[in-house]
Antibody, heavy 120, light 107 residues
């Protein structure tokens, strides 16, 4: 059974930082593209970042320069370092496996999400 | 970014109804389109990929069709577990995008 478990969310002030973690089991983590997808209250999901097997990483324009995705294949763990947080970063953040054809991917396994709230 | 527009935003239906949700892309995405549904407080669940490929374990009452800019998700004989919000997602471009959602509620 595939399990995806996020942690690290919480309340932080504008300009603050948080680091999310995601532990994956039941699939070949090192062979998978992994992604962060967020969902603001009452909105549709929004792709945030993806990291390839190679370690190459890509970001949505809205977070580029502020967020950093990384992975530790020895621990089957995905990370998202979030700096310079803004109120509009408030959302549930999901860790998801990205699968598909080359760089064209959808998301087949998702975690339960971790809530990030940015407010003074 | 490619914009995805779903209609309707809300759909009221009864158990046993056949329902159809439409998703339109602002430019062609070929058949690189996925459908998900989401229950309150839960993560999205993948239903269909490549516009019409039913994922393993998804009931056959779900079907997807379309290509280019217009896609549909059809649920034959709506079941109580199907009341949820449905999202389409294009993955033709590097920056994948989702629709705003269609809530299927009990009439």
């Amino acid at each position: 059974e595939v399990q995806v478990v996020e942690s690290g969310g919480g309340l932080t002030q504008p300009g603050g930082s948080l680091k999310l973690s995601c532990i994956v089991s039941g699939l070949t983590f090192s062979g998978s593209y992994m992604s962060w997808v967020r969902q603001a209250p009452g909105k549709g999901p929004e792709w945030v970042s993806v990291i390839y097997r190679s370690g190459n990483a890509y970001y949505a324009d809205s977070v580029k320069g502020r967020f950093t995705i990384s992975r530790d294949n020895s621990k089957n763990t995905l990370y998202l370092q979030m700096n310079s947080l803004r109120a509009d970063d408030t959302a549930v953040y999901y860790c998801a496996r990205a699968t598909g054809t080359g760089p064209l991917y959808f998301f087949d396994y998702w975690g339960q999400g971790t809530l990030v709230t940015v407010s003074s | 970014d490619i914009q995805m527009t779903q209609s309707p935003s809300t759909l009221s239906a009864s158990v046993g109804d056949r329902v159809t949700i439409t998703c339109r892309a602002s430019q062609s995405v070929s058949d690189w389109l996925a459908w998900y549904h989401q229950k309150p407080g839960k993560a999205p669940k993948l239903l269909i990929s490549k516009a019409s490929k039913l994922e393993s374990g998804v009931p056959s009452r779900f079907s997807g069709s379309g290509s280019g800019t217009e896609f549909t998700l059809t649920i034959d004989s709506l079941q109580p577990d199907d009341f949820a919000t449905y999202y389409c997602q294009q993955y033709d471009s590097f920056s994948v995008t989702f629709g705003q959602g269609t809530k299927v509620e009990l009439k």
